[in-house]
């Protein structure tokens, strides 16, 4: 008996929408989705608090304005999580940016 995810990648491709790297390796999507919030709550992981304490430093080195540090880290952030994610997928990563921050 085949898994409904199992028959799905039959007609499919499966992307996961997460920020979550444990579920990747469970479910193994081709491709992944994740945006701000889901990386917030991937950040409350304690596995992941590596990928946190990275994004801190290279912030702090970035610049010495502690506004801009949290923004810098926050994109650094999602960038470490991406980065975690496309080691166990295939395909391709979309992360969802605020679009202000981009100005």
């Known amino acids: ?3 409904k995810l199992t028959s799905l990648r039959q ?4 992307v996961a929408d997460t920020g979550d790297i444990a579920a990747m390796k469970l479910y193994q999507p081709q ?3 994740t945006n701000p919030s889901l990386i917030l709550g991937a ?4 596995e992941y608090r590596k990928l ?5 430093v ?4 970035q610049s010495s304005d502690r506004a801009q540090q949290v923004i810098d880290a926050s994109d650094k952030l999602a960038v470490n999580i991406g980065l975690e994610i496309l080691k166990l997928i295939p395909g391709r990563i979309s992360t969802e940016v605020d679009a202000p921050s981009l100005l």
């Open 58 to 61: 290279w912030a702090r080195a």
């Open 31 to 33: 491709d992944a989705t």
């Open 1 to 3: 008996m085949t898994d």
């Open 11 to 14: 007609y499919t491709t499966v």
């Open 43 to 46: 950040a409350q992981i304690p």
């Open 52 to 56: 946190i304490d990275d994004a801190i």
